[in-house]
Nanobody, 116 residues
Framework: VQLVESGGGLVQSGGSLRLSCAAS????????MAWYRQAPGKQRELVAS???????EYSDSVKGRFTISRNYTWNSLYLQMNSLKSDDTAVYYC???????????WGQGTQVTVSS
């Protein structure tokens, strides 16, 4: 599975961005996809996830501001980010889990910078 993120950039505090992740390859057996982020000097953290059944989970820091979604065939994953804060500045990574093959995959990341 190959994952390619896009949509990052520079935005002012309070603004919005929409990240996209294009998935290709053996995507039919993906169980869960998620967005993670890593800020400078910090560990990578889970931002939001979505299962094959459409169940979503969010970190407390983004709940109510970010929305994760995907298309039915798993070849696209999105993260709508509203009311952005400077604390949201990080590299955002797309992640996919495949329990059938005991594998997981990462994209190369896309930078999001929120200026105050």
């Amino acid at each position: 599975v190959q994952l390619v993120e896009s949509g990052g950039g520079l935005v002012q505090s309070g603004g919005s961005l929409r990240l996209s992740c294009a998935a290709s390859g053996r995507i039919f057996s993906i169980d869960v996809m998620a967005w993670y982020r890593q800020a400078p000097g910090k560990q990578r953290e889970l931002v939001a996830s979505i299962t094959e059944y459409g169940e979503t989970e969010y970190s407390d820091s983004v709940k109510g501001r970010f929305t994760i979604s995907r298309n039915y065939t798993w070849n696209s994953l999105y993260l709508q980010m509203n009311s952005l804060k400077s604390d949201d500045t990080a590299v955002y990574y797309c992640h996919a889990e495949d329990s059938r093959y005991s594998a997981d995959y990462w994209g190369q990341g896309t930078q999001v910078t929120v200026s105050s």
